[in-house]
């Protein structure tokens, strides 16, 4: 009889992006089962996608509010433009993290040289304090770390030695891992943590658990040693996130993350009527309408276990 701590399974699900080819992303958070994981609170996986299929990525012009955007790719580019003025470019390897706080609108195209397109999107809600936080856009390129058969790029917090000196509003953990083949690796990790592994390439063990491609590992907190086996006899290529337990409930609907309805209401009316989220310039093409609301109001989620 085996001790091992397991851990629980999110599988992905099929969510087509919409527009005239349509992109399709795997999205593992939320879920049914879970909403959180620390501050964390959408996780889209994507590619890779021949863009000659798919059309690549083109997303006109969407606000965002309580919440920042992390864009990480593992192949491609994409053209990145926002209300703040910020025109980036979106590379393998580097960090595109945009704080919406009060309102931020933005727009996300794949470049024209661009013929494989992978990576993934992931939110982080922003605590009640920090909801309304001004409009940011920050940009780094973590230099990558050698540890025991695996290869980290710490893009948020800390890990195996690394710290990203990016700034969040909660404490959290963001980091590509690539673990070599076969190899298992011990990591130490904030015991006060909640973990998700991402896997986007290979099988690999955490805690006792089987996790396979586009599948994601939950690991309470009580943790402070996190041990990965690559199962394959190819690299594995993971996206590991933590924090501590969020401790708030949200209300997620469309581009947006309130506490109530009235905030979301009045989000989607700013949207549609306002100046709340800023112009985006540069762009070839109308905003993106919002979707009617629900005629029922809206529950917060994310309950305090
Ligand atoms: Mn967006």
């Not at 992931?122 to 940011?136: G, I, Q, T």
């Not at 690539?178 to 896997?199: I, N, Q, R, S, Y």
């Not at 933590?242 to 581009?255: A, D, H, L, R």
Request: hydrophobic letters at 40%; aromatic letters at 6%.
């Amino acid at each position: 009889m085996s001790n091992a701590v397991q851990a629980e399974v999110l599988s992905a699900r099929d969510v087509p992006l919409g527009g005239p080819r349509s992109m399709t992303v795997r999205r593992t958070l939320p879920q049914r089962a879970r909403t959180l994981i620390g501050a964390w609170c959408f996780v889209d996986h994507y590619g890779p996608d021949d863009v000659a299929d798919t059309g690549g990525m083109d997303v006109a012009p969407h606000p965002h509010t309580g919440l920042q955007t992390v864009s990480w790719l593992f192949t491609g580019e994409i053209e990145h433009r926002d209300s703040l003025g910020s025109h980036a470019f979106v590379r393998p390897g580097e960090l595109n993290l945009m704080t919406g706080g009060h309102g931020i609108s933005h727009t996300e195209v794949s470049t024209p040289s661009t013929t494989v397109l992978h990576g993934v999107q992931l939110w982080v809600a922003l605590p009640d304090e920090h909801r309304h936080a001004d409009r940011d856009f920050q940009h780094y390129a973590p230099t990558p770390v050698q540890v025991d058969g695996v290869e980290v790029r710490v893009f948020l917090g800390e890990l195996a030695g690394d710290t990203s000196p990016v700034r969040t509003f909660t404490p959290l953990l963001g980091a590509e891992l690539v673990l070599e083949p076969h190899a298992t690796t011990t990591l130490t990790v904030d015991a006060g943590f909640e973990h998700g592994l991402l896997v986007d390439q290979g099988r690999v063990t955490m805690a006792g658990t089987l996790l396979n491609p586009s599948e994601l590992g939950y690991l309470a907190p009580g943790h402070d040693i996190l041990t990965l086996t690559n199962e394959t006899d190819t690299a594995a290529r993971l996206i590991l996130l933590g924090g501590p337990p969020f401790g708030e409930e949200i209300i997620m609907w469309w581009n947006f993350i309130g506490r109530t309805h009235a905030d979301i209401a009045r989000a989607r009316e700013d949207w549609m009527t306002g100046n709340r989220f800023g112009v985006v310039k540069g762009y070839d093409g109308d905003p993106l309408p919002a979707p009617e609301l629900p005629n029922v109001p809206l529950k917060p989620r994310g309950r305090v276990r």
